[in-house]
């Protein structure tokens, strides 16, 4: 510049080459590859400022070289960035066109284009060749990359203007060499793409497009972004960069994901989208496992929805299969797990990728159509009812959402052929089954392994995780399935046929066990509050199905009498109008009521009648106040609130213990009610029923016993405390059995013998001296069983570590010495001999007083029993004779 800037430069240049002792000359030579390009004659100050800066960083980059301790401080650091910023102003940041991003203007601009173009290009050249140099690559990058990719742009790809003949200034030369310097910038672009970390280049580049910049940068730009698209990894790199690390729900990141889309989509174009672009998106996927980058998963979802709208066979060819084949691996055979192979990531992401794409609407682009899902809709149901009650509650949560919304677009029809596959594993066309040849096993992790024996799944449980994924509309549509599998009896609960004997019996322990299901949810149905104000509302699919029940001419008395209780509760809650609809079938109630034998069951069908042709509503017919102690209480049973149906199962209970006649009637109401209870979670309502079965051990022994000591064997599904207090029932129930307690004596010596067994030191000191008082009660008549039970206790007494099971075990044995007294001797012979060495072994040298006390008195017994059988006591035999006279 002429005046004032001209001087300050020529002041700084003259000052520094002194100190530094060199010419012009020596400056070129030193960076000649800067200056062989400098295509001008015009030498000014300034132009040799910005080579004396280029010698500079020379020469600091041999300094630097020389030895690897010679570093720089902070505060040298800092000097080194400001001279490089002061000197991209001055070289580059105010040489570019003023409509680009970065142009810094000047109070004047220089009127030599051709000069202002070779101290552009020079100077950009200059600090892309610094950048190879590892001393100086980090004084550069990033903070000034922008401004070297700014004018790299402008030079390689800025329209040129074709020389007139009348023009001075662009000459055809001038032209020609402009030609050479683009093409010589378009490959230091590329270089620069090479060297550069891919995020950081990106980013910088990305920084650079504006709105208002001109058509041909903003065409560079994303012709570079695009080439780096289509390099290796440049999906996830471009991701990377735009992103920033982000991983959150906000708007702009949702804007961002939108942006990647539409480039990743803007690809289509290309020959190798599908080779390249596509495959490189998917590889996303492994990305996200490696460095937990979950917004990843979002692109790819994105990509899959814009893709599928846009091209559905490549779609479902590409991303969708890819995205589903984890879960084909769990219907398919052919795949082989490791052992004990580790799925927990793979079957989560798989399940966050499917939500995503059918379900999660945030996104723009609309969700892929459900009919997508349907082979693998049990795989998904499976997945669904084993993560119920683990630890993966979130997955568990949209497995739910993504059924749901997949049963929502079903027909009824087909909603019920799912259910026929869900709940009794039949197969429907075009669903796929989960295999049965491997466990899943959810704890901590997912794990699968291999199974020697086909997997069935528990009905049981399948049932509770159906019932707990439907809503209303779709309850109501089970109730109806339900009650047309007891019409068509010979397809879901079919008799034996003439095959083989172990085969008869596998086939009768399925049926067994789906009709206890189907009891089960029908009754659950039925006290379901939002159920029932359904059916209040559309009740006539319904009384359709039980109007074919009670028409079927069914021989099972027990399914009979729960449809009947089923439509006592639907008819009593329904309205005045409600009822007109039931009145369909008061017919095969009177004919049903005239057939059975059983007068419970008359009494109901008396009393649906009765109630289906009153004109008002129960509830208007009668006042609260008149209703009975054991109304209310069933009334509360059905009740929402937990507390309430514990303590109404608590006041039947009393009432059954009390013999009141409204229970009596209805005892077999009673066990089905007690009986459905023991599925509840909750403690407070578990015990309760308990209660009430104990309480009904009068009326059905056999029953009773059979499902309280049932509930005692089921280890896995009951806590400590509710055991203990299970065994004490049991107890109890055994006491009021009286002398009828013998006839159940294998049933309770095997259900505490078994316990005696369990990994909890707490239960089998429990069930210890359960097993003790058991065997008092039965007067210690057991038989040969008393042989098997000393062993047991024997063995826990010299095997087990736990005090207190060790404690019970020897109060068991010092009972039944007491109850036996000499007839020990007939039923143990040679297993005394081990009992007595143990028994010493314990009274001589154990550490707990307690067991040393017990010891001692077992021992006492014993010593008096022995007394006993081989010194009995006499007996005198008086014999009087009478002679009459005659």
């Known amino acids: 510049y002429e005046g004032d800037f001209e001087v300050s430069f020529q002041n700084k240049y003259e000052v520094i080459s002194e100190i530094l002792s060199c010419t012009y000359d020596d400056v070129s030579k030193k960076i000649a590859p800067i200056t062989s390009i400098y295509d001008t004659d015009k030498i000014t100050y300034e132009w040799k400022y910005i080579c004396l800066n280029f010698y500079i960083l020379e020469l600091l980059n041999d300094e630097l070289s020389k030895s690897h301790l010679e570093v720089l401080s902070v505060q040298e650091i800092k000097k080194v960035k400001t001279s490089l910023a002061n000197f991209l102003l001055i070289g580059v940041l105010k040489n570019l066109q003023p409509n680009l991003p970065h142009f810094v203007r000047t109070e004047k601009d220089h009127d030599d284009v051709v000069y202002t173009y070779n101290v552009l290009k020079c100077t950009t050249l200059g600090l892309s060749n610094c950048i190879k140099h590892p001393n100086l690559r980090m004084l550069i990058l990033p903070h000034f990359l922008q401004g070297i990719l700014m004018a790299c742009l402008q030079v390689a790809n800025c329209p040129l203007k074709k020389p007139t003949k009348d023009s001075t200034i662009i000459t055809e030369a001038t032209y020609n060499k402009f030609l ?21 280049f990106v980013k910088e580049t990305m920084s650079l497009f504006q709105s208002n910049s001109p058509t041909w940068f903003k065409k560079a730009v994303s012709n570079i972004l695009t080439k780096m698209l289509r390099s290796e990894k440049g999906v996830e790199n471009i991701a990377l960069a735009m992103l920033d690390g982000r991983d959150d729900d906000t708007a702009q990141t949702w804007k961002i994901l939108d942006v990647l889309t539409k480039l990743v989509m803007s690809c289509r174009k290309f020959p190798d989208f599908r080779q390249n672009i596509c495959a490189q998106v998917l590889n996303l996927l492994d990305s996200v496992k490696a460095a937990d980058l979950f917004v990843f998963e979002r692109l790819v979802i994105s990509c899959t929805k814009v893709l599928h709208s846009e091209d559905k066979e490549l779609c479902e060819a590409l991303f969708f299969q890819r995205i589903i084949t984890p879960l084909l691996y769990f219907a398919y055979k052919e795949h082989k797990f490791r052992e004990s192979d580790d799925v927990t990531d793979d079957v989560k992401q798989t399940i966050r990728l499917v939500y995503g794409c059918f379900v999660d609407n945030s996104a723009n682009p609309p969700c892929l159509p459900m009919e997508l899902l349907k082979s693998l809709v049990n795989v998904v149901f499976h997945f669904y009812h084993i993560t119920v009650k683990s630890p993966f509650q979130a997955t568990n949560k949209e497995l739910k959402e993504l059924l749901i919304k997949y049963l929502h677009c079903c027909e009824s029809d087909e909603v019920s052929r799912l259910f026929d596959n869900f709940l009794f594993g039949f197969d429907v066309a075009d669903v796929l089954r989960f295999r049965t040849d491997v466990i899943v096993e959810i704890a901590e992790k997912i794990t699968v392994r291999r199974s020697d024996h086909t997997v069935i799944d528990n009905t049981e449980e399948v049932a509770d995780a159906l019932f707990s994924l439907l809503d209303v509309e779709q309850k109501i549509v089970l109730f109806g399935y339900l009650l047309n599998c007891i019409i068509e009896k010979a397809t879901y609960f079919p008799t034996s046929s003439n095959k083989e004997l172990l085969t008869v019996e596998e086939e009768a322990c399925t049926v067994v066990e789906r009709l206890l299901t189907t009891h089960r949810l029908l009754s ?28 079927s001419d069914s021989d099972d008395s027990q399914f009979i009498f729960t449809i009947v209780m089923i439509l006592d509760n639907l008819v009593a809650n329904a309205s005045a109008d409600g009822r007109l609809k039931y009145q369909i079938l008061l017919q095969p109630l009177a004919e049903i009521a005239s057939k059975t034998s059983d007068a419970e069951l008359r009494h109901f069908c008396d009393k649906i009648a009765t109630t289906i042709t009153e004109k008002k ?68 309502i578990y015990l309760n029923a308990v209660q009430g079965l104990a309480a009904l051990a009068d009326v059905f022994p056999d029953t009773v016993l059979e499902v309280l000591c049932e509930e005692y064997a089921d280890f896995a599904k009951k806590s400590e405390e509710t055991r203990l207090k299970l065994g004490e029932v049991l107890v109890r129930v055994v006491k009021s059995l009286g002398e009828m307690a013998p006839k159940y004596k294998s049933l309770l010596l095997n259900t505490f013998l078994s316990g005696s067994k369990d990994d909890d030191h707490l239960i089998r000191a429990s069930s210890l001296s359960n097993l003790g008082e058991v065997c008092r009660v039965l007067g210690y008549k057991l038989g040969t069983i008393a042989t098997e039970v000393l062993v047991c206790v024997h063995a826990v007494i010299a095997t087990d570590k736990a005090a207190e099971a060790r404690r019970a075990a020897l109060t068991v044995i010092r009972q039944l010495f007491v109850g036996l007294r000499s007839e020990m001797i007939a039923f143990l012979k040679e297993d005394i001999l081990p009992i007595y060495r143990t028994l010493k072994e314990v009274y001589c040298n154990d550490r707990d007083d307690v067991m040393r006390l017990q010891a001692q008195l077992a021992l006492e017994e014993l010593n008096e029993n022995m007394k006993t059988f081989v010194f009995p006591n006499p007996e005198l035999s008086f014999e009087k004779k009478v002679v009459m006279l005659g």
């Open 180 to 200: 050479e310097d683009q093409q010589l910038f378009k490959n230091v672009l590329n270089k620069l793409r090479q060297n550069i970390h891919p995020a950081i």
């Open 524 to 551: 659950q149905l039925a006290d379901s509050k939002e159920v029932q104000a359904s059916l209040n509302n559309k009740p006539e699919n319904i009384v359709k199905y039980i109007n074919n029940v009670l028409r």
């Open 617 to 684: 509503a129960k509830g208007k017919n009668k006042c609260h106040n008149e209703a009975t102690e054991f109304e209310k209480a069933l009334e509360d049973v059905c009740d929402p609130l937990l507390p309430t149906r514990g303590h109404a199962l608590l006041v039947l209970s009393k009432l059954v213990e009390k013999k009141d006649k409204e229970a009596m009637e209805r005892k077999q109401y009673l066990l089905n009610l007690f009986q459905l209870s023991l599925k509840d979670e909750d403690s407070f």
